[in-house]
T-cell receptor
Framework: TQLLEQSPQFLSIQEGENLTVYCNSS?????LQWYRQEPGEGPVLLVTVVTGGEVKKLKRLTFQFGDARKDSSLHITAAQPGDTGLYLCAGAKPGRRALTFGSGTRLQVQP | DAGVIQSPRHEVTEMGQEVTLRCKPI?????LFWYRQTMMRGLELLIY????????DSGMPEDRFSAKMPNASFSTLKIQPSEPRDSAVYFCASSMQPWTGGAQPQHFGDGTRLSIL
């Protein structure tokens, strides 16, 4: 059983559409990080959210941390082919230095 | 600045052979993590080191797997003997962890794609 469940697992959309990816858990996290991974490469950090209810924006990407710090979402506005990749959420449990990674959402944006 | 460097990028070997994966973390980082990624199980933490000391190896599958970090700039993950089910992409990541506070962002290498025939 995954500690962090992501949905959807796969998403194929057309350029210009909006989408939301969810990261859910029954556990509380002290912080949550989002990574994007492209084929043949390692994951690359996009953002870290720390405070319950926090919203961070990175150009067309909006990240939100749930009020109870158990879930998070990533919203992409006007998706572009360059957004294609595997999106991973990763939670840090209080007092632990290791991250727990979610199951991943594989996004494909068609031109 | 150099990122995390892993070698080899690809390894194909026969079942029963010893496999050694290598990692050079980012200079100045004090924590190093080894992960395994497969389609079925996603990204799994195998072991992590803090200041060259193994802290949590509960993710290491079995005794065939071992990891060492002899100094701050080098780590190895060894599989002996290797089995087909060990085929996966193995990632190394490093971070700068303060004494207090939660997990910090990790910087990943590009991985080693391992195929055991």
């Amino acid at each position: 059983t995954q500690l962090l469940e992501q949905s959807p697992q796969f998403l194929s959309i057309q350029e210009g559409e909006n989408l939301t990816v969810y990261c859910n858990s029954s556990s509380v996290f002290s912080s949550l990080q989002w990574y994007r991974q492209e084929p043949g490469e390692g994951p690359v950090l996009l953002v870290t959210v720390v405070t319950g209810g926090e919203v961070k924006k990175l150009k067309r990407l909006t990240f939100q941390f749930g009020d109870a710090r158990k879930d998070s979402s990533l919203h992409i506005t006007a998706a572009q082919p360059g957004d294609t990749g595997l999106y991973l959420c990763a939670g840090a449990k209080p007092g632990r230095r290791a991250l727990t990674f979610g199951s991943g959402t594989r996004l494909q944006v068609q031109p | 600045d150099a990122g995390v460097i892993q070698s080899p990028r690809h390894e194909v070997t026969e079942m029963g052979q010893e496999v050694t994966l290598r990692c050079k973390p980012i200079s100045g980082h004090n924590s190093l993590f080894w992960y395994r990624q497969t389609m079925m199980r996603g990204l799994e933490l195998l072991i992590y080191f803090n200041n060259n000391v193994p802290i949590d190896d509960s993710g290491m599958p079995e005794d065939r797997f071992s990891a060492k970090m002899p100094n701050a700039s080098f780590s190895t993950l060894k599989i002996q003997p290797s089995e087909p089910r060990d085929s996966a992409v193995y990632f190394c990541a490093s971070s700068m962890q303060p004494w207090t506070g939660g997990a910090q962002p990790q910087h990943f290498g590009d991985g080693t794609r391992l195929s055991i025939l």
